[in-house]
């Protein structure tokens, strides 16, 4: 076999890339909070580096922002730990409650000659069980979030080291003049895209918040963090918070309440991921719905929670890696959610 041929090539990578992952996934323990690290480090360096441009000193700067994130933290994690143990308190009798909904509606749909079999319905689509996806996920969330002193020791070395990581990979590539733009542009790309997803995130989830505060729903924290960290996944993000805060509404005030809580998730995630966010970020930046789906079914298998909610994040870094350069263009246009718009872009 010639080992200089494509097909043969192609094999190889694709061996070197099982066995990668298959690495991954034994040190999932390890890798999780070291991409947890890796995303709130780059998350955070737009911040770093706009203070280094207004001459404050690099280790000043650095020190704020873990001591914000930390105040914040703590603030935040007792406020959500309080309404999550009230929340699985109480979800018993909301699984009650939504059985006696369902029946509601299962018999008010037979007065319209629309039979349903209760026990089957019930059996097979388990409202209450978005309710257990909601709290599964948080709960693996809070045992990652255990490593935070590793978590945050690791993050402040990589914001010291942020400032010097690019020449070293210019260098590493045997670069040292700098020529090789797409190396920039990559890193300025990733950059951008975790700042700018994560304001959006925030504003989203604090806007979430103060809208199920007015309607009055139980355990509004809990929904707002929850939306907050989903909207890293568009699309079947919102969609997913959306859910469990719905049926709390349903179960406490009826469908009308219920309603409002929907139509605010739809508005609240229709001007941030269609206008606020294209503005912002730009429109050559997108995924296929597809792939989003795909990517976190992959990432939610390889790493756990942390794989669900960092999947498009991760995903959107392997397609920016891809059209850095032009060999590998072709891969990132298959990824995007429009290939011509995005081959016209790197042309």
Not at 4 to 23: E, H, N, Q, W, Y
Not at 97 to 107: G, R, S, V
Request: charged fraction near 10%; include cysteine; glycine fraction near 6%.
């Amino acid at each position: 076999m010639d080992l200089k041929s494509p097909s043969a090539k192609a094999m190889i990578m694709l061996a070197c890339l099982v066995i990668v992952l298959a690495g991954v996934k034994s040190a999932s323990a390890i890798m999780v909070p070291f991409f947890l690290s890796a995303f709130i480090a780059i998350a955070c360096s737009p911040l770093i580096n706009w203070a280094s441009a207004h001459r404050i000193p690099r280790w000043v700067s650095i020190t704020s922002v873990i001591l914000i994130i930390l105040v914040f933290g703590f603030l935040l994690a007792g406020l959500v730990g309080q309404s999550f143990a009230d929340f699985q308190e109480n979800l018993p009798s909301y699984r009650e409650k939504l059985d006696n909904e369902l029946a509601w509606a299962i018999d008010g749909l037979a007065t319209f000659n629309i039979n349903i079999d209760g026990e089957f319905f019930a059996q097979h689509f388990d409202p209450s069980m978005a309710m257990s996806v909601a709290t599964n996920f948080l709960s693996g969330m809070g045992g990652v979030l255990s490593n935070l002193f590793l978590i945050l020791l690791t993050v402040i070395f990589m914001l010291f080291e942020a400032d010097s990581m690019p020449s070293r990979l210019h260098t590493a590539l045997a670069d040292p003049e700098m020529k090789l733009k797409q190396i920039d542009r990559f890193i300025s790309s990733v950059n951008s895209y975790l700042a700018i997803k994560t304001v959006i995130s925030l504003a989203t989830g604090l806007i979430i918040g103060i809208w199920l505060y007015v309607l009055g729903v139980d355990h509004f924290l809990l929904w707002a963090v929850l939306a907050f960290l989903l909207n890293y996944i568009p699309n079947i993000g919102s969609i997913i918070a959306a859910i469990p805060a719905v049926l709390i509404a349903l179960v406490q005030y009826g469908v009308g309440s219920a309603g409002l809580v929907a139509l605010g998730f739809v508005v609240v995630n229709t001007v941030m991921g269609n206008m606020v966010e294209p503005r912002l970020m730009g429109r050559g930046m997108g995924l296929s719905t597809l792939v989003v789906f795909l990517s976190l079914i992959f990432w939610g298998w390889l790493l756990g929670s942390v794989g669900m909610l960092l999947s498009v994040p991760l995903t959107m870094v392997v397609k920016i890696a891809l059209e850095s350069r032009e060999e590998s263009q072709w891969l990132a246009l298959l990824l995007s959610s429009n290939a011509e718009r995005d081959a016209k872009r790197l042309s």
